[in-house]
């Protein structure tokens, strides 16, 4: 069974330009989570959709949105990009809303300059 | 507010043992999960404890007492493959969500 994809790996774009990330869960999970990571800061709660609604959101400005398709893909849109939005985006699938084990994509690293 | 803490970084040596700690403060609690991350990799799921008690499992245990709001990682036998971040996240009740600490570093020494 392949893991969660994450698309692109790497990205580089410069301030106030914005960004799309994508995200395939394991086949069969509904659930998909977004978190950003940065050094010395822990995972940050972004986002968590479950059957194409969104059920949680974390502490982010309204730059920072998502959507999840019929198909569980999950896409994630930040908008006027700042340079503290470097950072390791990480996209994690589970069964159920409530399933206890995510597995993790290997995360999309965003370079903003 | 919802506060986890795990120290930054630690250092062990190969074949010995090592316990990594986390405590917490968060307005709810459902479960509480470790999770390994080596350096450039997502996150690998460990263990998760609802109840109070030692879950053993193989070289690494995990401990919960929701009463003192602490949590313990327990890796034995240290194998060099077991340098990497230990990251600590409380469930909480109310939507699931999962709260993060900061991750420990840890280093294995020969």
């Known amino acids: 069974k392949a893991g969660v994809t994450q698309t692109p790996r790497y990205l580089i774009k410069t301030r106030g330009q914005q960004v799309t990330l994508s995200c395939s869960p394991i086949s069969g999970h509904r659930s998909v989570s977004w978190y950003q990571q940065t050094p010395g800061q822990g995972l940050q709660f972004l986002f968590e959709y479950f059957s194409e609604t969104q059920r949680n959101k974390g502490n982010f400005p309204g730059r920072f949105s998502g959507r999840q398709f019929s198909n569980s893909r999950s896409e994630m849109n930040v908008s006027t990009l700042e340079l503290g939005d470097s950072a390791l985006y990480l996209c994690?699938?589970?069964?159920?809303?409530?399933?206890?084990?995510?597995?993790f994509g290997p995360g999309t690293r965003l370079t903003v300059t | 507010g919802q506060n986890i803490d795990q120290p930054t970084e630690m250092t062990a040596t190969e074949g010995a043992i090592v316990q990594i700690n986390c405590t917490y403060q968060t307005s709810g609690f459902n479960g509480l999960f470790w999770y390994q991350q080596h350096a450039g990799e997502a996150p690998t799921f460990l263990s998760y404890?609802?109840l109070d008690g030692l879950e053993e499992k193989g070289r690494f245990s995990s401990f919960l007492s929701r009463s003192k709001g602490y949590s313990y990682l327990l890796l034995k036998e240290l194998q060099m493959k077991d340098s990497a971040s230990y990251l600590c996240?409380?469930?909480?009740?109310?939507?699931?969500?999962?709260?993060w600490g900061a991750g420990t570093k840890l280093i294995i020494k020969p």
């Open positions: 996240a409380v469930e909480q009740d109310s939507n699931y969500q999962l709260i």
């Open positions: 404890n609802v």
């Open positions: 994690a699938s589970s069964l159920e809303r409530d399933s206890y084990e995510q597995y």
